[in-house]
């Protein structure tokens, strides 16, 4: 993480952590823990992403005694573009 450019704003309904990539670090982040401190058990969340998208997908999908028309009304989430400012998702 890159400290000066990390920031904290809370109000009493909200709380927003601003966190930037250390000079050379590349690529998208695949999840963040948070919780009390680091001596208590952390939450884990995951960031959007295809590979995500795809692992939670799988992860809820029907078992197999599902019939055929349960698993063609699923929907399809197919993740577009992923960049610094936006996330573009298309669902069908």
């Given amino acids: 993480l890159a400290s000066p450019e990390t920031s904290v704003s809370v109000s009493p309904h909200n709380a927003a952590i601003a966190l930037a990539k250390a000079p050379g670090s590349t690529g998208h982040w695949q999840k963040f823990c948070f919780g009390l ?35 063609e009304s699923q929907p399809l ?15 069908k």
């Fill in 37 to 71: 401190d680091a001596s208590s058990a952390l939450q884990e969340r995951l960031f959007v992403s295809e590979e995500n998208v795809d692992g939670f997908l799988d992860a809820v999908s029907c078992p197999s005694s599902c019939s055929q028309s349960a698993l």
């Fill in 77 to 91: 989430i197919e993740v577009l573009d992923v960049t610094e400012d936006r996330i573009q998702i298309r669902l």
